[in-house]
């Protein structure tokens, strides 16, 4: 199966699950943002890659507006060259509007995650070469205030629903992809491979989330360090080094 097509059963398996209060609004950008997502994987989906960096799922500025992972606007159009027609969800959040690539604000996760692609890689052609980054859920959950709720926030329930199509689309992508290392952005995502993927080779970095005191203190420098200690080479860069 190939990746558009494990994207896509995805897709079709969120729109068909039921979340409760305080989970008000759910965006499933898979299927709104399509045209951008199938860009991304059509381009930049390549099996042989080293590293597989996994997320958790689409921040409100981010995925939930491009469909890309850390899909911060700028970094989506300027460096990973996509700019697919954004649609909207069935429902919308009027604090957390769907604007796609007209969005005015930045993710700063997504923003860390791509300049730090850019600024050691030059390119995202030598990026992807190596890397492939992904999200283990596409759904964005929002409370009736407009907040932010991840996904371990959600009821055993709700929970188990989501996470057997989240894994079994993980396992079919680490399939395809074939990467040597599948590394968690962050301890979510990282339990996740490891409770999915007891076989592969798993590593963790840091999340670059502005939540994170530790990740405001540098991130990028401080992920390099936990890639280098895995055993992941990185090329040489002015801007950095």
């Known amino acids: 199966m190939s990746p558009l097509k494990i994207c896509h059963r995805l897709s079709n398996e969120m729109n068909g699950l039921d979340f409760a209060p305080p989970t008000a609004f759910v965006y499933n950008p898979l299927d709104y943002a399509r045209k951008s997502v199938d860009q991304y994987l059509k381009r930049w989906a390549n099996p042989g890659v080293e590293v597989m960096f996994l997320g958790m799922n689409p921040g409100p500025w981010g995925m939930a507006q491009t469909g890309i992972p850390f ?97 079994r689309a993980l396992v079919d992508l680490v399939s395809v992809l074939k990467p040597k290392k599948v590394v968690g952005v962050g301890a979510f995502a990282t339990k996740r ?37 895995m055993g992941i080479s990185l090329p040489k860069s002015s801007t950095l080094d």
């Open 71 to 167: 899909g911060e606007v700028n970094a989506v159009r300027d460096f990973l060259r996509i700019d697919g027609a954004i649609g909207k969800p069935n429902r919308e959040h009027p604090k957390r509007p769907i604007l796609g690539f007209d969005c005015p604000r930045s993710e700063v996760s997504g923003r860390r995650v791509w300049t730090w692609a850019r600024e050691r890689f030059g390119t995202a052609d030598a990026f992807f070469k190596r890397f492939f980054v992904w999200n283990y859920c596409p759904l964005a959950f929002l409370e009736e205030g407009g907040r932010n709720r991840t996904p371990d926030k959600l009821p055993v329930a709700e929970r188990d629903a989501l996470f057997e199509p989240c894994n």
């Open 193 to 229: 491979i490891q409770s999915v993927l007891p076989d592969v080779d798993v590593g963790t970095i840091l999340h670059p989330s502005p939540a994170s005191p530790a990740a405001n203190r540098g991130w990028a420098p401080q992920a390099e360090r936990q890639l280098l200690d």
